[in-house]
């Protein structure tokens, strides 16, 4: 009986990743982050998508990778900038979408959350649960570039580290 359970239980979450995963095309074009490597599935919540005029488009994890993308791409023009609703994971319009910036919950490539929201009542409700500041797309974007400093050496840091534990964990098996 148990190990009946366990496979139904099992098959329903095998169906609902597959399905969950299928509701975001996006994500099958850009599985990953043009910049930083990330899993977009895993980061429905916060990825962003650029599709420019020249039908070029771009997928990234995170406001932080989208900020890297836009000061690089500098003479190439947005038509549509898309961002993860962090509680449906739908792509919405981020430049309608009410942020919050900050709060108790970890960013994603940031040490100041950037979060999006569809509806102004959720990110009061995130406001209210989590703090932080609500705040337009201009000011969210301003945001990531007066981080984008900071946030890089975190991750360089971040990274650096990864790279010795595995180094140490590699030496220690020989």
């Not at 977009?40 to 599709?51: G, N, P, Q, T």
């Not at 945001?143 to 220690?172: L, P, S």
Request: aromatic residues 8%.
């Amino acid at each position: 009986m148990k190990k009946a359970l366990s496979l139904a239980l099992l098959f329903l979450f095998l169906c609902a990743t597959l399905l969950s995963a299928a509701d975001f095309p996006d994500q099958k074009e850009h599985a990953s982050c043009d910049y930083c490597g990330m899993n977009r599935v895993k980061f429905a919540h916060s990825r962003m998508l650029i599709d420019y005029a020249d039908k070029t488009s771009v997928g990234t994890c995170s406001l932080h990778c989208a900020a890297v993308e836009f000061a690089i791409s500098i003479d190439k023009t947005p038509e549509a900038i898309k961002v993860g609703d962090f509680n449906s994971k739908q792509l919405i319009d981020a430049e309608s979408a009410t942020w919050v910036i900050g709060g108790k919950k970890p960013g994603v490539m940031t040490s100041r959350a950037k979060w999006a929201f569809n509806d102004k009542a959720d990110a009061e409700k995130f406001v209210r649960n989590n703090g932080g500041i609500m705040v337009g797309f201009d000011q969210a974007m301003k945001a990531g570039y007066e981080d984008m400093y900071k946030d890089t050496m975190m991750i360089r840091n971040k990274r650096k580290m990864k790279k010795m534990k595995m180094k140490q964990h590699k030496m220690g098996k020989e």
